[in-house]
């Protein structure tokens, strides 16, 4: 057997052996150090194939083509580990010299690329001349392809990438003795001298040569194989994020778009045993369970379901929350992530809550129950009380609730005071509006009404206001706390301010008279207004809003009348239940 079926055989088996790892390695999940592993593999099969084409081709076209395929092959790999030694000794390169990098490696490939023996264009020739068969001893002759100034070109160019290699790791080498820390000068000896193997054999002319580069190839292909299916290749953020997924306390789930199992951390291998020898390292995956398929795509709910255990998912005697992140990009998904949050402890705590909530909510509605007796008890005596006196002004007091009510509704649907405008304060406040005149009970009778009054006895009826607080600091409860206490007290003094600051009794002025007396205030002019002019039907009901309106800024808050406004026409239905007909029918 002579040296060339020798050659023959190593460079073939070379081949098949780098095509065989990388299918092995294309099994396996693909790391940053394993993308770079695939991506060499890769530029040196295409150099081999390269180097058995040159060798073993029988005609010119066959022996360009595989100097084509040897240079591209070279020259990509070189700048390859070019590019990872920066990154791997953290050099940075300037934007300029990247520029001319980028350059550089495009017109090379261009030249390379172009190439044709057989062509009449000038650029077809940059990168060889001619050919011509050189008689070898003991052997047939040998097609030998004469190089221009492209091959000239692209040797600088590569021979530039192992100086540069070189020049990186030395001044990492300075770096780290400075710095008294170590670097990786293994991965350096042996990148650098497969660069220098390579590129040696790129000037090999005698094909009786020992196929040392095809040899060393096959090996290493094996040998890093071999690591990396015994996971010997990893990089500091597959460490952290397997480290990461394993610390978590929840289980944690990665589920590809045709919903099955990829990644799991510890914590969901001991929920799910099924998972439990799931890789971390291989494509290998597992179809999800039904409960993690339906935390994705969640089936219709019974209505006969707990609403208490509604989004949580029940395994044993455990309750998880779901939490659910979609990875994709725009509409496409690419899979899922699911944590599993145990709220077993919560779920218990909440059951023991609801219970106790429950409890207290029926004792807060016997007691609100009493309160409303009571309440109750004491706007009917009032009232009564008033009634025994002048039954105008009882009458005027029990129809408050109603105007307050349609116009503090209106407010807050303008989106108005709606941190004040609660459920509780409306309800209240319509349950204190009868008191606002209550003061009215220690007023002579004769002076109610009377239009033409003395100094005295203006002052003498203008005096309710404070009565009727007092009345309240003796009916009600006094606790600042209590809510019905502070709005009685507020409708009772204050319903007779005025926004420009000259009403009575303390002349307060635009938001520092209370809301609720602001309101009380619109509201006891309307049925002021109306009950007068029921009686004398000579006016239009859109006559009164108009009255309204028209003190609009001086007595009134404008907020309030705009709420008047609006309501109009529940308004106008309101007179229609009290009096029977409307104004729109008054003239």
Not at 7 to 28: E, H, N, Q, R
Not at 373 to 390: T, Y
Not at 409 to 424: H, I, N, P, V, W
Request: with cysteine; charged share 20%; hydrophobic share 45%.
């Amino acid at each position: 057997m002579n040296l060339m079926l020798i050659y023959k055989i190593c460079c073939d088996i070379s081949i098949v052996v780098l095509g065989a790892c990388l299918v092995v390695l294309s099994t396996k999940r693909a790391t940053e150090a394993q993308k770079f592993i695939d991506y060499a593999f890769s530029l040196v099969l295409l150099y081999l194939i390269g180097y058995a084409v040159t060798f073993q081709g029988t005609s010119p076209d066959m022996v360009l083509l595989g100097q084509k395929l040897k240079y591209v092959g070279a020259f990509c790999l070189f700048l390859a580990l070019f590019i990872v030694f920066q990154q791997v000794y953290n050099i940075v390169t300037s934007a300029p010299f990247m520029i001319l990098l980028s350059v550089c490696f495009v017109s090379v490939l261009a030249i390379i690329i172009v190439a044709d023996l057989g062509s009449s264009w000038a650029p077809a020739k940059w990168f060889y001349l001619g050919l011509e068969s050189v008689p070898q001893e003991g052997g047939p002759n040998v097609i030998v392809i004469h190089g221009n100034w492209g091959k000239l070109y692209a040797e600088i160019a590569m021979a530039f990438f192992l100086f540069s290699t070189a020049m990186i790791f030395l001044s990492a080498l300075v770096s780290a003795w400075k710095r008294k820390f170590r670097v990786s000068t293994l991965f350096f000896f042996f990148s650098f001298s497969a660069e220098i193997l390579i590129f040696g054999s790129l000037f090999i002319k005698n094909v009786h040569a020992f196929p040392v580069v095809p040899l060393i190839s096959g090996v290493a292909a094996i040998a890093v194989t071999v690591f990396v299916c015994r996971e010997k290749f990893s990089n500091l953020y597959d460490q952290s994020l397997k480290e990461i997924m394993n610390s978590l306390n929840s289980p944690l789930f990665v589920v590809d778009n045709k919903f099955y199992v990829r990644r799991v951390n510890y914590a969901a291998k001991v929920l799910f045993p099924e998972y439990k020898n799931l890789s971390s390292n291989s494509y290998h995956r597992l179809a999800a369970v039904k409960e993690i398929q339906d935390i994705i795509t969640p089936p219709l709910h019974d209505s006969a379901n707990d609403s208490a255990t509604e989004g949580l998912l029940s395994i044993g005697n455990q309750f998880f929350e779901p939490e659910l992140h979609h990875l994709g990009k725009n509409r496409h998904i690419y899979g899922y992530v699911i944590v599993l949050n145990d709220v077993t402890e919560q779920f218990s705590r909440n059951n023991e809550l609801s219970a106790l909530a429950s409890k207290l909510s029926t004792s807060l509605r016997t007691n609100r129950s009493r309160n409303n007796e009571e309440r109750e008890k004491i706007i009917s005596g009032a009232l009564q009380f008033m009634r025994d006196k002048d039954i105008m002004t009882a009458e005027h007091m029990r129809r408050m609730s109603n105007y307050t009510f349609i116009i503090a509704r209106e407010l807050r649907r303008m989106g108005k005071f709606t941190d004040l405008l609660t459920d509780s304060y409306m309800e209240t406040l319509c349950q204190v509006a009868p008191l606002h005149d209550i003061g009215k009970i220690m007023i002579p009778a004769e002076l109610l009404h009377k239009t033409d009054l003395s100094e005295e006895e203006s002052k003498l009826r203008r005096s309710h206001v404070n009565l009727g607080s007092q009345i309240v600091d003796r009916m009600v409860v006094n606790d600042p706390k209590s809510l019905y206490y502070k709005l009685a007290k507020e409708v009772t003094l204050y319903h007779h301010e005025w926004w420009n600051g000259q009403g009575y009794p303390k002349g307060l002025s635009k938001d520092d008279i209370p809301l609720s007396a602001r309101i009380i205030a619109v509201a006891d002019v309307i049925d002021t207004l109306a009950c007068r002019h029921a009686e004398k039907k000579n006016y239009h009901f859109d006559e009164l809003i108009s009255m309204v309106q028209s003190h609009s800024g001086t007595y009134f808050d404008p907020d309030v009348v705009e709420a008047c406004v609006r309501g109009k026409e529940k308004l106008r239905e309101l007179y229609d239940v009290l009096y029977g007909k409307s104004f729109s029918d008054s003239y």
